[in-house]
C-alpha cells in the first residue's frame, strides 16, 4: 500500500474531530472519501497531509512512518494535498502559482513540469500572465490541481474538488478525475458529491462523526450504510 | 519654491531610509505575521560594531559592509535564539517577544558597555553640498536616495524573479497554502529576517553616518520609523511600506519648515497626530492589502 493510516485521531482542543480511523490507498487507486458535513473528512486530509498534528495513530507513506511530519516534508516525499477552497495565490499569475507548485524540483525538472501541465490543461497557456485571483472558479480549482501536479506526486489529495462550482464545471471536475485516474494517478479524493464519486473511484470509505463507518466499492455502498438518506435525500433537499 | 524643492529632496532622501526600515518590517510581518519592536536594535548592535571597528583604525568604506553583515547575523541570531520558540503562539505573544529582545539588547549594551554615548566620526563630505540652479542638495542625500532606489530594484527583483522572492511571497499570502507546495517554512522564515536585517543594515549605515555615534537606546528611534512608516503604508504590503518611509520623511521635513518657529519643536507629536487622523479614515493605512482568497 502507498499509504497506509492507522488508528488516526485528532483532536481540537477536547474534542475529537476523527476518532481511530484507518484506511489505505493502494498504487494506481483512486480512493474516495465521501461522508456528511462535519464528519471530518477535511480534517482527515489536513493531517494526513501534515498542517494539524496527530493525536495517536500513524500514518505510513510508501513504508515509511512519516506521522506528524510537516507539510514541506510529506511533500518532498511524495504527497500532495489540493486544499479546501483551493488556496490558489490569487496576487500571483497563473505561471507563478505553477512555479511555487514546483519549487521543490530542480530547474530543469520545473520547466519540463510546466509543459506537462500545460498538455493536461491547454487553457493555463492563454491565461499565463494572468492573476490568479482573476479566474473563474473552473479555472480556478484547474489551477490548484495543475499546481499540486507541478511536484509530481505519487499521491494527491484533493479536498472536495468540486465545492461551490456550476453544475457543467462538476461535470469538468469528474471528468478530470476519470483522466488522472486513467494516465495511472493515485488519489484520495474528498468528495460530498458521493454518487459521482462512487462512479470514478476504486473504492470509497465512508467517514460519519470522525469515524469510518463503510468501505466498500460502486453505488452499493451507499445503500449498504445507513447514510443514504443524508446523502443522497439530504443533498437534493 | 526653490525651498520646497530643497525640502523634497531632504524628505526623500530621509524617506529613503524610513522606507528601507520599513521594508524590513513589512518583509516580516508578511511572513510572520509579527510586529518586530526589536528591529531598531540591529542599529544598536551594528552601531556597536561600527564603533568597535572605527576603534580599530577602519575607514567608512569597511565599515559600511560591516554594518550590513552584522545586522543580517543579529537578526538571524534573533530569529534563532526567540522568535523560533514562539513561533505558532498567538501573535500577541510574538509582539511581546519583540519587546522583549527591544529591552533586552538595550540592556545588555547599558550593563556590559555603559551609558556612555559612543562617537565616531562622520564621513567628510556628510556636510558637503552642491548646486542645481538655485537649490543646494547634499551629497548625502543624493548618496542616500541613489544606494536606495538600487536597493529597493535589487529586492524587487528577487522578490519577483526568484524562487526564494516567489516562496516569501507565497508564504506571506497564506503561508499553510505555501507549505504545501513544499516551501520549507524553517528556510523561508530565516530568509526573511535575512533580507529584512539587510534593508536595516543598509538603512543603518545611513542613520549611523548621520548620528555619529551610537548608545544602548539607539534602537528606539529606527524602531519607531520603521514599525510607523509600516503601518501607515499598510501593514503585509511590500510597495506600502516603501510610500509609507517616502511619506513619514515628506511629512516631517515639511513640517519642520511649515510650523511656525516655536511650534517646530513639537514636529514629531504633529506627525504622530497626522497619523492617528491617518488610521480614522484608513484604518488599514495607505495600501489596503486584500486578502480575498484567505479562508
Known amino acids: 500500500m502507498l499509504l497506509e493510516v492507522s488508528g488516526l485521531t485528532t483532536r481540537y482542543g477536547s474534542i475529537s474531530a476523527l476518532r481511530d480511523v484507518s484506511l489505505s490507498v493502494g498504487d494506481g487507486e483512486v480512493v474516495g472519501l465521501i461522508g456528511p458535513n462535519g464528519a471530518g473528512k477535511t480534517t482527515l486530509l489536513n493531517t494526513v497531509a501534515g498542517l494539524l498534528p496527530p493525536a495517536a495513530g500513524t500514518v505510513v507513506f510508501d513504508g515509511t512512518d512519516v506521522t506528524g511530519a510537516a507539510p514541506e516534508q510529506m511533500l518532498k516525499s511524495g504527497l500532495a494535498l489540493v486544499p479546501e477552497h483551493r488556496r490558489i495565490f490569487a496576487d500571483f499569475t497563473v505561471a507563478e502559482n505553477l512555479r511555487i507548485g514546483g519549487i521543490t524540483l530542480a530547474a530543469t525538472e520545473r520547466a519540463e513540469m510546466l509543459e506537462e501541465v500545460v498538455e493536461v490543461f491547454p487553457f493555463l497557456r492563454s491565461r499565463w500572465d494572468a492573476m490568479a485571483g482573476y479566474l473563474s472558479g473552473g479555472e480556478a480549482q484547474q489551477l490548484a490541481i495543475a499546481r499540486a501536479?507541478?511536484?509530481?506526486?505519487?499521491?494527491?489529495?484533493?479536498?472536495?474538488?468540486?465545492l461551490g462550482l456550476a453544475p457543467v464545471l462538476?461535470?469538468?471536475?469528474?471528468?478530470?478525475?476519470?483522466?488522472?485516474?486513467?494516465?495511472?494517478?493515485?488519489?484520495?479524493?474528498?468528495?460530498?458529491?458521493?454518487?459521482?464519486?462512487?462512479?470514478?473511484?476504486d473504492r470509497a470509505y465512508v467517514l460519519r462523526s470522525g469515524a469510518v463507518v463503510g468501505q466498500g466499492a460502486g453505488s452499493g455502498l451507499l445503500a449498504e450504510t445507513d447514510l443514504f438518506d443524508t446523502f443522497v435525500r439530504g443533498s437534493a433537499a | 519654491m526653490t525651498e520646497l524643492v530643497q525640502n523634497l529632496i531632504d524628505g526623500l532622501g530621509r524617506g529613503s531610509i524610513y522606507a528601507l526600515l520599513a521594508l524590513g518590517v513589512a518583509v516580516v510581518f508578511g511572513v510572520m505575521h509579527l510586529l518586530n519592536f526589536a528591529h531598531g536594535e540591529l542599529i544598536t548592535v551594528s552601531g556597536y560594531a561600527a564603533y568597535a571597528a572605527f576603534s580599530n583604525g577602519w575607514s567608512w568604506y569597511l565599515v559600511a559592509p560591516?554594518?550590513?553583515?552584522?545586522?543580517?547575523?543579529?537578526n538571524l541570531l534573533i530569529e534563532r535564539i526567540a522568535f523560533s520558540r514562539v513561533r505558532g503562539s498567538s501573535e500577541f505573544t510574538q509582539?511581546?517577544?519583540?519587546?522583549?529582545?527591544?529591552?533586552?539588547?538595550?540592556?545588555?549594551?547599558?550593563?556590559?558597555?555603559?551609558?556612555?554615548?559612543?562617537?565616531?566620526?562622520?564621513?567628510?563630505?556628510?556636510?558637503?553640498?552642491?548646486?542645481?540652479?538655485?537649490?543646494?542638495?547634499?551629497?548625502?542625500?543624493?548618496?542616500?536616495?541613489?544606494?536606495?532606489?538600487?536597493?529597493?530594484?535589487?529586492?524587487?527583483?528577487?522578490?519577483?524573479?526568484?524562487?526564494?522572492?516567489?516562496?516569501?511571497?507565497?508564504?506571506?499570502?497564506?503561508?499553510?497554502?505555501?507549505?504545501?507546495m513544499g516551501v520549507n517554512s524553517d528556510r523561508?522564515?530565516?530568509?526573511?529576517?535575512?533580507?529584512?536585517?539587510?534593508?536595516?543594515?543598509?538603512?543603518?549605515?545611513?542613520?549611523?553616518?548621520?548620528?555619529?555615534?551610537?548608545?544602548?537606546?539607539?534602537?528606539?528611534?529606527?524602531?519607531?520609523?520603521?514599525?510607523?512608516?509600516?503601518?501607515?503604508?499598510g501593514l503585509g504590503s511590500l510597495k506600502g511600506a516603501v510610500i509609507g518611509g517616502l511619506a513619514l520623511g515628506l511629512a516631517e521635513v515639511m513640517l519642520r519648515t511649515w510650523l511656525p518657529g516655536g511650534a517646530a519643536a513639537l514636529t514629531q507629536g504633529v506627525v504622530f497626530s497626522l497619523i492617528a487622523l491617518l488610521f480614522i479614515f484608513r484604518p488599514g493605512g495607505l495600501v489596503n492589502v486584500a486578502h480575498a482568497e484567505r479562508v
Open chain 1, 149 to 162: 501536479l507541478m511536484c509530481r506526486p505519487r499521491l494527491l489529495l484533493m479536498d472536495e474538488p468540486s
Open chain 2, 188 to 233: 523561508v522564515i530565516r530568509g526573511a529576517f535575512a533580507l529584512s536585517g539587510a534593508l536595516a543594515g543598509i538603512a543603518g549605515i545611513f542613520w549611523l553616518m548621520r548620528a555619529g555615534h551610537t548608545s544602548p537606546t539607539s534602537g528606539i528611534n529606527p524602531m519607531l520609523s520603521g514599525v510607523l512608516a509600516a503601518l501607515i503604508g
Open chain 1, 170 to 201: 462538476v461535470d469538468a471536475v469528474f471528468e478530470l478525475i476519470a483522466e488522472l485516474r486513467d494516465r495511472g494517478r493515485t488519489l484520495l479524493v474528498v468528495e460530498q458529491n458521493a454518487a459521482r464519486m462512487l462512479d470514478v473511484a
Open chain 2, 95 to 180: 509582539l511581546l517577544t519583540s519587546f522583549g529582545i527591544h529591552f533586552l539588547v538595550a540592556a545588555i549594551f547599558l550593563m556590559y558597555v555603559g551609558a556612555r554615548v559612543q562617537t565616531f566620526a562622520e564621513p567628510g563630505w556628510i556636510a558637503d553640498t552642491y548646486s542645481v540652479g538655485p537649490v543646494r542638495v547634499e551629497v548625502f542625500d543624493t548618496v542616500v536616495i541613489i544606494v536606495a532606489i538600487v536597493t529597493l530594484v535589487l529586492t524587487a527583483a528577487v522578490l519577483q524573479r526568484t524562487m526564494f522572492g516567489l516562496s516569501i511571497r507565497a508564504a506571506a499570502a497564506d503561508f499553510d497554502a505555501a507549505r504545501l
Open chain 2, 66 to 74: 560591516l554594518i550590513v553583515v552584522v545586522s543580517v547575523i543579529t
